[in-house]
Structures are given as structure tokens and as C-alpha cells.
């Protein structure tokens, strides 16, 4: 539920995404080193290993982020959203190329549901409609979500999850730097509001708490629990924005998410 609190921040900020998200990093990175440093936490990372795999994930997840706000600029919280969340399956696809685990005909079934689902989301297949570019976008951040989530599932789950939000928000800042010297800043007063917002709500408090899943459950658990995540932020949309999505998008984001919860009934069945 937190972390579908992005929709609304995302889609009302009125900043450029790179700024966004570097703001967002910064705020949270404050947040998260004060906790970590009151928990008594060694920052210390232990091999070059680990070190690159935290240079990895944290371009994975700075990349997801952007991508995913430019989603949400050009569509709407649903379709954002929607689009986004073809992640688990895309994950469920990727995973044979990771972990010693075999792709079978279910998921590859469910990988065209998903495009059906994508297919109705698309208002148009005309790429300079907006929403068109909204679902390309969030499809793009899907793929960049799944590989930062089973690279930190694969080399960095035995760190504590705060921990590794807390480095990633650093190589993120650090890789957004130049957007400082291509984009204009001027926020005003409520998206200062919303910026601490999605700094402590979103990230600090969601994402670290997201990561720290993955020690007790496999991806497709977590990709059961928080399939719940668009309807949440649709919600939110509704009720902030006052976004109703339309007849399609509702198609689409059922045919979506029910494949999302297939895939997770499936894989914990299979393991």
C-alpha cells in the first residue's frame, strides 16, 4: 500500500522525473543513513562483489524509477501502474537466465495474457499518443523492476533491507547528478510537500520494507502480495486526482493482474 502511494506523487509532481527522482533519493538517502546510524548499522560492505552488485541494482532501480514517472506523466495512475506491474510475469521470464530454473509453457501462456492485457491498456498503436508512450514507458520500467528485483533476490538477500535501500538511493544520486546541469529546478511549495512525501512514505518506508520480503518469501509470493499494489494506487488516484479509469484499462488490469497472481500461486507451487 505504501509504495502505490507513487502513482499519485508521480503523476502530480510537477518537476522533470530525472529531477524528481533525484530529489526523492536525497530526501530518503537522509532518512534512511539517520536510521541506519540510530540502529547502530556498519555501512561497511564487505567484498567488490557485493560492491558491484549494489552498483547494479541501483542503476536498475534509478533506471525502473525514471522511466516509470515519465509512464506516469504521460498516461494516468491506472495505466502507469498497470503497465508496471506486467513485472512479475516479466520476472517469471527472465528468471531461467539467473537461477538454475527451468521456463515452462504456463509461463510462457501467461506472458501472452499479459500482452492481451498491455493490448487493451494501448488506447491507440499510434506512438505519438500519449497514453501509447505512457504503456511503453511502463512496460520498459517493468523490465528494469525485475532485473534490480532478482538481482537483489540472487546476491543481495542476505543484507539487511534498509541497508541496501540505503546504498542504492547513494548510486542513484550519484548517477542522476548531471540532470542538475540539463534540467530546470523550480518546485514550488506542494511539490516540496510531495517530495518528502515520496521520500519517506514511498521509499524510505515502502521500498525498504519491500526489500526486506525477499529473506522470507520467493519472487512469486511477492509478486502475489503486491499484485495488490494497482488497486491501491487506482484508489488513490480516484480519490486524489479524481482519475477513473476507463472500460479498457479495467479489462486490461484484470487480465494483468490475474496472471500476476497465477504466476505466483504457480511458482510457489513449483518450489
Known sequence: MLISTSGVFGRSISLAPGLTIWWRCFLAAIILGIYCWNRKYSFKIENRKNFFNLIL???????????????????SVAIGMLSLF?????????????FKIKLNKIQLLLGLVVLVGIYFLTPEMNI??????????????????????????????????????????????????????????????????????????TTAIGHSLFVGVFKKFTIGTV???SSIGPIYGILFGLLFLNEIPAV????????????????????????
Open 223 to 225: 509478486s502475489i502480495m
Open 248 to 271: 479498457k484499462t479495467i479489462i486490461g488490469g484484470i487480465l494483468i493482474l490475474t496472471t500476476v497472481a497465477i504466476e505466483g500461486f504457480n511458482s510457489i507451487k513449483t518450489k
Open 86 to 98: 506486467t513485472y512479475p510475469v516479466i520476472t517469471s521470464l527472465l528468471e531461467p537466465l539467473f
Open 57 to 75: 541494482s541501483g542503476g536498475f532501480l534509478g533506471a525502473h524509477w525514471v522511466t516509470y514517472f515519465y509512464s506516469l506523466q504521460l498516461s
Open 128 to 201: 505519438s499518443n500519449n497514453y501509447t508512450k505512457g504503456v511503453i514507458w511502463g512496460v520498459i520500467s517493468a523490465v528494469f523492476y525485475s532485473l534490480r528485483n532478482i538481482l537483489t533476490k540472487k546476491n543481495l538477500h542476505h543484507f539487511n533491507g534498509t541497508k541496501v535501500m540505503f546504498y542504492q538511493l547513494v548510486i542513484i544520486l550519484v548517477l542522476l547528478w548531471p540532470v542538475f546541469f540539463k534540467l530546470d529546478f523550480t518546485p514550488n511549495t506542494s511539490d516540496w510537500v510531495k517530495l518528502i512525501g515520496l521520500a519517506l512514505i
